[in-house]
């Protein structure tokens, strides 16, 4: 790994990753999780104020050594136990059936393979569990579409490995979920960059 993903890279997401406009969606995710939550992709812990009382414990993992130690910067005052490991969602180190929420915010975008993310977010929650997400992908409209097909391939060089046109929906449900209270729609910015996918997916 370069300078730039080691040192440069991670730093920038921290800062773009505080944009205010995902505030609202950080708000809401945070305030559905409850119990056990597991936090895959958990970058510099943005989410950790928006949660409630009823969260007792939060798991963050994230493969990159510098985001981790931004997140592991965060523990004091927490009113929940609060760990980060360093890691890949493809592999959790983690046992069957243990969390009662699976938050992914702004990070199935970047995974090197999303749907072996999402089947192993499915084996580590529990048969009630609840996977929350909000994520930005592909857009409906086709001249959007036709920006974020031909950005990609530069964009996820530059950007950690993003990928704009990812269904984000379409991926939740072939990794064994039932989506329940899906919304959609574009933030201010960039449309290629900006349809925001948000909702819960449940156990089938
Ligand atoms: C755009 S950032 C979002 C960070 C955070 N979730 C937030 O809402 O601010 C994408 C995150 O996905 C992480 N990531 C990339 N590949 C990953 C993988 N295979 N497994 C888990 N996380 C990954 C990156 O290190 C980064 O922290």
New binding site residues.
């Given amino acids: 790994m370069g300078i730039y993903d080691r040192l440069i890279l991670p730093r920038l ?1 921290a800062c773009a ?1 505080r944009n205010q406009a995902l505030v609202p969606l950080r708000q809401r995710l945070g305030a559905a999780a409850s119990g056990r939550v597991l ?6 812990a ?2 950790l104020p928006f949660y409630g009382p009823g969260v007792s414990e939060v798991v963050g ?4 050594p510098a ?1 981790v130690a931004m997140a592991r910067d965060r523990q004091p005052g927490l009113a929940f136990a609060f760990q980060v490991v360093e890691g ?3 592999s959790l180190p983690l046992d069957d059936n243990s969390f009662d929420t699976v938050l ?4 199935l975008c ?3 393979d999303p749907i072996q ?1 999402l089947r192993e977010a499915r084996r580590v929650l529990r048969p009630n569990g609840q996977l929350l997400f909000a994520e930005h992908g592909q857009a409906p409209d086709a001249g959007v579409r036709w920006w974020q097909d031909r950005l990609t391939p530069t964009w996820k060089r530059i950007a ?3 990928h704009l046109n990812r269904c984000i929906d379409g991926l939740i449900a072939a990794a064994g979920f039932r989506l329940d209270g899906l919304q959609t729609g574009y933030l201010p910015g960039p449309k290629p960059m900006t349809f925001m996918y948000e909702g819960r997916g449940r156990p089938e």
Avoid: F, K, Q, R
């Fill in positions: 997401l990753m936090e895959i992709g958990i970058g510099s943005l989410n993992i994230d493969p990159s985001l890949a969602g493809e992914t915010t702004w990070s970047s995974v090197g993310v950690g490995g993003c």
